[in-house]
């Protein structure tokens, strides 16, 4: 599905095949695909832990919201850019039906 | 060219980064033919192969030493009977593994084997759309009903599904459809990689290089498939670089991203390296991979810039395509340390050109001649 399909009930999930893990030897988190590396920033890492394949946008969105105390409006925002760009690239898999 | 020269004077060595790939070709055997097959012209045998053991330690080295991805190639790495072992080793020492396969040699209980020790990732090759074409190419009868039966194995199984899918003048026509195939298929990426003249490619030069419109064809289409792809597939690219105006940056730089070793345990710097005659390789079962990355003279031998000859060295694209790729230098242009004549200004580009020229307009009546046949 294309990220444009994009909504704040939609559920994102690491396919099999990507992996988040942590780069030892250069200190850093990664998401790792086929052929593909993708480093990640703070944000980026904060996102990426909430996607578990049960949250939706809307939940990671107020969850970062909360934790850093920021308006919900803006990180949902974020969040959506975020993850449609990474759908686009292959790295995340979204789920539309609300559960 | 005295190997090592490309030093930058920081203690007699040139910063390397550590890698990010492995290539592990771990055996030569194939049961195919391919016109193109990159392997070397002299294959290594059965008998010379790393053991079992020794595979798994040079995994656990590259984990250890930044490699990221895996990549087990060959050959076919199915005719190990011991992949099993090795993707479990491979995949405990946390490296993401990608088995690169023709398909032949794959069952059903194989593969449940294979994904349940968490192999992560399968490239398949493609020689083309239909049977008849396929199975020509790849010199095996049956190869391309049996590689469209082994994708659905892989997508039944979760398993994401790279098509690699080699392209030259015979089947450069049927990208369109290739690019259908592989989204039937279930794949999210798809490779089209033109032909690289090594190897046994150079033999079977006339028969394959694709002429230059249809090089300009398939780009333009690629770009196409690319934004209609968008979230469905993804499209990596190798054009030819004969008629490029600028050489591709081989490998990332030599030295600077991907190890490759041989059945044997060598330890090379591009699949092709061997074809340098001034390097020499070192042996995994003599050294460790650290060592080799970090110290060996044949990594060393086009690290930096040091080495590079004119016009490379005053480019300003030096750091951009290390000046492109070495072995092409070597084969073109004689020397290793030349510009890659893919490049403009390169002063063999013209007669690349005319290579190339040459071999696109001969004739289709000439035969492959496939290896060991």
Redesign the interface.
């Known amino acids: 599905m294309s990220g444009s399909e994009l909504t704040r009930q939609s559920v994102p999930s690491l396919p099999r095949g990507v992996r988040l893990k942590h780069d030892d030897v250069r200190d850093r988190t990664i998401l790792v695909a086929p052929e593909r590396t993708l480093v990640l920033d703070g944000p980026g890492i904060a996102i990426m832990e909430l996607v578990d394949g049960e949250n939706s946008i809307e939940v990671i969105a107020e969850r970062l919201a909360e934790k850093f105390d920021a308006p919900l409006k803006t990180i949902g925002n974020d969040v959506v850019a975020f993850l449609r760009d990474l759908i686009n690239r292959g790295y995340l898999d979204i789920r539309n039906d609300g559960g | 060219m005295t190997a090592g020269n490309g030093q930058s004077g920081n203690g007699g060595r040139v910063d390397a980064p550590?890698p990010?790939a492995m290539l592990a070709e771990i055996t030569h055997r194939c049961p195919l033919a391919c016109p193109y097959c990159s392997n070397p012209l002299e294959l290594k045998s059965a008998s010379e192969e790393l053991t079992t053991e020794e595979w798994i330690d040079v995994f656990e080295q590259a984990a250890?030493?930044?490699v990221?991805?895996l990549h087990l190639s060959g050959g076919e790495p199915l005719a190990r009977r011991d992949l099993l072992e090795l993707t479990r080793g491979a995949v405990r020492a946390?490296l993401?593994t990608?088995l690169i396969t023709s398909g032949i040699g794959l069952t059903e209980s194989r593969l449940d084997g294979l994904a349940e020790v968490g192999l992560?990732?399968v490239?398949l090759s493609l020689q083309g759309v239909d049977e008849t074409t396929s199975d020509f190419i790849s010199g095996y009868h049956g190869g391309h009903t049996r590689k469209i039966q082994v994708a659905s194995w892989v997508r039944a199984r979760?398993?994401?599904l790279?098509v690699n899918a080699v392209c030259h003048r015979m089947n450069m026509a049927v990208i369109p459809e290739m690019i259908e195939l592989a989204v039937k298929l279930g794949a999210?990426?798809l490779?089209i990689a033109t032909v690289q003249f090594h190897g046994w490619a150079i033999v079977n030069r006339n028969q394959l290089m694709p002429t230059r419109a249809q090089v300009e064809e398939t780009t333009q289409l690629v770009e196409k498939a690319r934004k209609e792809r968008?979230?469905?597939l993804?499209i990596?690219y190798v054009p030819a670089d004969y008629y490029a105006t600028y050489p591709k940056a081989c490998m990332g730089g030599w030295g600077r991203t991907g190890i490759n070793i041989d059945p044997t345990g060598r330890a090379l710097p591009c699949h092709a390296a061997e074809t340098i005659p001034s390097l020499t390789f070192d042996n995994v079962r003599d050294k460790s991979l650290s060592d080799i990355w970090y110290h060996s003279s044949s990594f060393n031998a086009f690290r930096g810039t040091d080495w590079m000859a004119e016009p490379c060295r005053t480019c300003d694209r030096r750091e951009m395509d290390f000046g492109g790729c070495r072995c092409q230098a070597m084969a073109i242009a004689g020397h290793a340390n030349a510009a890659d004549p893919a490049c403009y200004k390169s002063p063999f580009k013209e007669e690349m050109l005319a290579l190339a020229e040459t071999a696109s307009q001969s004739g289709t009546v000439e035969p492959f001649v496939y290896r060991g046949r």
Do not use: A
């Open positions: 550590p990010l250890k030493l930044g990221l991805h946390d993401y990608n992560d990732h490239q979760g398993i994401p790279t999210r990426r490779e968008e979230g469905e993804v990596d």
